[in-house]
């Protein structure tokens, strides 16, 4: 293995190199990241190799523990302190990992999509720290995705990969566990009483047809088992200090609490084994649909463009 490739900005980096020469992000050397494959169409994504990768192996406890360990290490290595506000120094939480800006029209307070964070500059800071780190919470899901297909592969980022990354995960019973994540994630690093399951209720209610009660069930368990994964990384960084910050910035704002999607919240949990086989279920089985139905490319290239409209 003479290369290594970085997790974050893919550039090339020789196998000695601790850090990436190109963004500085910490390369972690899993194994798998031996290749210098590189997937630039769908057409050399939906192979017959990549689909004994994914199923010939299966996804451990291991892997998804280095996984967890490499994102936790680029955020460390990216992170700047530069803010003095609660929100500002959310910010650079978010900057740590992701792009974003603002945006000044739309109903929505904030959306993911594309690798890119938008947030409604309209907003009091309070409701702009719980909006960040709702979108950084997809984020970073579709990070963990991500880092599994590269490893399975052995290949480096790409957009066609995030892409398909993104089409699952915005997918059915799979969006309705990425939304209750991001839900999750937010609720624990802000205020008792400003919990709201919005988005994830208003999925719920379009699925409400084509959903049976354990499949929802399940979809709502596992988006809070990936959600506690991601809260412990995220502790890290939003400590108890900065968590006390956000709390006097609601007080400032002065809104009013509201408790009646308290009971939303869940303590059950997966054990590791359903977890890891609950991720991979989707990804094979987009994977397989794909292989099966030439006009999917189709779908994934109209994602492709919008994806490239965001990252220029």
């Known amino acids: 293995m003479d290369d290594i490739y970085c997790s974050k900005c893919g550039e090339k980096n020789s196998i000695s190199e601790d850090y990436c020469i190109e963004c500085g992000s910490i390369l972690r050397k899993l194994d798998k990241y031996e290749s210098g494959d590189r997937i630039t169409s769908f057409e050399d994504m939906f192979t017959q190799k990549h689909k004994e990768q994914l199923n010939e192996t299966p996804l451990t ?5 280095l996984i967890l360990d490499n994102i936790y290490e680029t955020g460390k290595k990216s992170l700047k302190k530069q803010g003095t506000t609660a929100l500002e120094k959310v910010e650079d939480v978010v900057e740590a990992y992701a792009k974003w800006s603002y945006k000044s029209k739309g109903g929505e307070l904030g959306f993911y999509t594309a690798n890119t964070i938008k947030l ?3 907003l009091n800071d309070s409701v702009q720290i719980a909006t960040l780190i709702h979108e950084l919470a997809h984020h970073l899901l579709a990070e963990i995705h991500e880092q599994i297909l590269m490893y399975f592969w052995e290949v480096e980022k790409t957009y066609e990969l995030e892409v398909f990354v993104q089409y699952i995960l915005s997918s059915g019973t799979v969006h309705l566990m990425n939304e209750y994540c991001a839900h999750t994630v937010e609720g624990r690093f802000i205020p008792h009483g400003y919990q709201n399951y919005g988005s994830f209720n208003s999925i719920l209610e379009d699925l409400k047809d084509e959903l049976d009660k354990e499949t929802a069930f399940i979809s709502l368990v596992l988006g809070n088992t990936l959600a506690e994964d991601i809260i412990h990384l995220l502790e890290h960084f939003i400590d108890d200090d900065l968590r006390g910050e956000i709390k006097q910035q609601y007080n400032s ?5 509201s408790y009646s999607q308290i009971g939303m919240e869940t303590t059950d ?10 991720i991979m ?6 994977f397989d649909a794909a292989m099966k139905n030439p ?8 994602f492709l463009e919008t994806f490239k409209s965001y990252n220029q």
Do not use: A, H, Q, T
């Open 120 to 122: 409604d500059d309209r």
């Open 61 to 65: 406890n291991e892997i998804y523990e």
């Open 295 to 302: 006009d999917f490319k189709n779908v994934l290239n109209g």
């Open 269 to 278: 949990m997966m054990d590791e084994n359903s977890r890891n086989e609950l």
């Open 253 to 257: 704002d002065r809104l009013p609490p």
């Open 281 to 286: 279920g989707p990804i094979v089985g987009s």
